[in-house]
């Protein structure tokens, strides 16, 4: 049993995807700011801070926000420092983003396993990486501002899972999308967009009945500043029941 992306990496597409990108709007949102170039991190922890912190900025309890955080540091013995971490998270100030640096690297040993761990205390978001993230995560706000609020975040598939994907969490809910956040430097890719997919059917049979008001799917890309939204009703019935059966297992 493996997770959504670990399945997605596992299947082969047909040409142009089983939800091509290219369909997606895309809809740029204007901003002042302009990122640095090169960062320090892996980008993979950057997206988790910018994510982490958008939904503490938006109102869930730092706590909640890094649960899968500190349920990996409480598996190598770390919670208290973890639990320290997430006390000094307060906003979007230095300290309060180095934090969540440093708290997104315990989240691999919950998600891969304990073998990617990379000490946290050699996690150290230099100056450029840290306003990249204030940035990012500002941008992530005035998104919501158009395109909220937010209904439900950092949710997990409850109910929805099956023998082939045991694990998968999303990023968040408005009232009728289902969202997803990236911060590449490229546009969304069909393992994107089939990832997003996957999340919608597996919320259909989840317990959580915020998904039978959701009828599009969305990347927001706060790097890019871009929207990409899809009505749901576009993708065909064929897709969708291969992908029930083929990819998820139903």
């Not at 978001?125 to 840290?130: A, L, S, W, Y």
Request: with cysteine.
């Amino acid at each position: 049993m493996v997770s959504v992306t670990q399945r997605i990496s596992e299947i082969r597409q047909p040409r142009g995807g089983y939800v091509n990108p290219g369909e997606f709007a895309v809809t740029s949102l204007p901003d002042e700011c302009d990122l640095k170039e090169k960062e320090n991190l892996h980008p993979s922890l950057t997206g988790l801070a910018v994510d982490y912190l958008t939904r503490c900025k938006t109102g869930t309890p730092a706590e909640e926000v890094f649960s899968i955080s500190l349920l990996g540091a409480a598996r190598i013995r770390e919670k208290e420092r973890a639990a320290n971490l997430v006390k000094g998270i307060n906003g979007t100030d230095d300290t309060s983003v180095i934090n969540a640096c440093k708290l997104s690297g315990y989240d691999v040993i919950v998600r891969a396993g304990v073998q990617g761990y990379k000490p946290v205390r050699l996690i150290e978001p230099d100056k450029d990486t840290i306003g990249n993230i204030r940035v990012m995560v500002q941008r992530a706000l005035t998104f919501f501002d158009i395109y909220g609020p937010v209904v439900k975040d950092g949710f997990t598939f409850q109910g929805g899972y099956t023998d082939l994907i045991h694990s998968g969490d999303g990023d968040f809910l408005t009232a009728d999308t289902l969202w997803d956040f990236k911060v590449s430097k490229s546009r969304p890719t069909g393992k994107h967009t089939l990832q997003l997919l996957v999340y919608y059917l597996m919320g259909e049979q989840s317990i959580h009945p915020e998904f039978a008001k959701i009828e599009k799917l969305g990347v927001f890309n706060p790097r890019l500043n871009n929207v990409y939204l899809l009505d749901i009703n576009r993708i065909s019935e064929k897709v969708v029941k291969e992908v029930q059966t083929a990819i998820i297992g139903y």
